[in-house]
């Protein structure tokens, strides 16, 4: 045992999980919620069968484990059908900052774990349109309960397939997912736009092409699929563009405001002008959100979110009675 | 030489070629412009270089060529600037019963082949939101004209990139390409939703099942990458579908209508209720899109695909005036 881990496993009070789809992400965290270390892992649910978690987890926090219980708290895929243990989709309207009261635990072959494990949410709706579910953004919800208890309003959380959620008085009430992310993806890597757009820059020229497309995207949303094939077709034929990378960073630039306005014309349908938006996430998305909500001139605020996970799963942690 | 290739080269007037990225298709045609053999390769546009076109050409036309020059008409993407030759784009108004007076002809080495190509077309807009390109369809369109001189209304071509294309009295003046029949293979194949989706069949729930998708994404087009999420949240939640493949079926239906209820949302805006659109493509595809404009209460006549693209090359071949 290293000095460092000996010093983490004195201090050790419990240890936080992010445990996605592709990667699982662990903080050992002391007696004040405070991060001592930090530790991740590219094998996310995707990677593993449910005998191999324990083992995938151990491997991360081994050195950090005294020799006692310690207790580990979970949120994301692991808790899926096809993950570690289900832990079943909460039904709206759920109230966030219980999600542990919902949890579940999974038997360990090594005493010095004890897991919990914490639910999704899910919405269903008669009419067959509404249906949508979240594993993993609950808890980043819970965390922004955290720091503004009892919140109601309307929280983003843009990434791979972005959610946008209602809370009321603490209690999410509805939410909908966008394929954004995995669009934007496969659009600029597999169709035939690859030929044409490349990342683009966080520069100004760069940042007007994408405003203007969110813009595009929102006023005319049914244009969404025409929009995407002119990219090419600008491509061949626009003489005022750039040529060399520079054309393929604001065709870049245009294709993401494209795809996120598209997220954006139904999220802010019938949103009041002035009702700001929470963004969660990482830096470089909610910096893009940003600019997206400024080039409709919506107001919005960020939480940081890994701040936001740590602040729902130390929520959770809290409000476990046994 | 075959009984059946000399029989061939003794009624052979001319060549048709239809060469685009993926595939060449050649029909060899008498005096009368009648099909007298066919033969097709998977060498596309995408597979050769400038200088390999001439032989991948006599590979499939070889047997059919007599001790004279024949005249081989080529429409599509062997136009391109990274085809065979560069035919230039016509552009709008574009009078589409003289596509063979803007046609090239590559140099031959085979002195029994005289190759020309003709142009596709281009549209460019002052806003950049009208730039668009076609080559293939034009000649398609030409097809249309040899059926029905002066045309003047709407055709849809449906496809990897369907083309709506609005002529007037002959001449091709506005089109818009979606990128509908590309985007629905990666959603299908490449994105999570292939977990949930499979080939639908021609059957009357999956005809519902498309139909009301078709209608949902008309009258809701800014919900389109919410709408797509959501046929994952169904598989994970409905429990009015059936289960197993027929799941699958009823939601690839459902995937099917709502990427081309987007394209029709824009193609029909403003599009009076009782204009006819002239669909001219494959019996699958040509099927698909009746169902989806009757979803929409619209009237349409379909004109076959090979039959217009073999007609738009005969007239441009009995118009070449050398």
Not at 57 to 67: Q, Y
Not at 312 to 320: F, I, N
């Amino acid at each position: 045992m290293t000095d460092k881990s000996d010093n983490v496993g004195k201090r050790l009070a419990w240890i936080a999980a992010d445990w996605g789809s592709s990667n699982l992400r662990v903080w050992a965290m002391d007696g004040d919620d405070r991060v001592i270390d930090r530790a991740r892992s590219e094998k996310g649910m995707l990677a593993l069968s449910p005998a191999e978690y324990e083992a995938e987890l151990l491997r991360l926090v081994n050195d950090w484990l005294p020799e006692r219980t310690v207790r580990v708290v979970v949120c994301g895929m692991a808790g899926a059908r096809q993950g570690w243990q289900e832990a079943a989709y909460l039904a709206l309207p759920a109230a966030l900052d219980r999600l542990s009261q919902a949890a579940v635990r999974p038997r360990m072959q090594d005493q010095r774990l004890e897991v919990v494990i914490l639910p999704g949410a899910s919405q269903r709706a008669l009419d067959g349109s509404g249906f949508d579910v979240m594993r993993g953004e609950e808890t980043q919800l819970a965390g922004l309960l955290a720091t503004a208890p009892g919140f109601t309003g309307l929280a983003c959380l843009p990434g791979t397939h972005s959610k946008w959620a209602r809370l009321d008085d603490g209690a999410l009430t509805r939410f909908a997912t966008y394929l954004t992310g995995e669009l934007y993806e496969l659009l600029a890597g597999h169709s035939v736009l690859r030929h044409s757009v490349t990342p683009d820059l966080d520069d100004e020229a760069c940042r007007d092409a994408f405003r203007q497309a969110v813009r595009e995207s929102v006023d005319q949303p049914e244009r969404f699929t025409n929009a995407l094939f002119t990219l090419r077709a600008r491509d061949l034929l626009d003489t005022t563009l750039p040529g060399g990378e520079r054309r393929g960073q604001l065709l870049g630039a245009r294709l993401s405001g494209l795809v996120i306005g598209q997220e954006l014309a139904d999220a802010t349908r019938n949103l009041p002008r002035d009702e700001p938006v929470t963004l969660i996430g990482g830096a470089v998305l909610t910096r893009r959100y940003t600019q997206a909500l400024e080039a409709l001139e919506r107001p919005c605020t960020i939480l940081d979110g890994d701040a936001a996970v740590l602040a729902g799963l130390t929520l959770a942690h809290r409000t476990l009675t046994d």
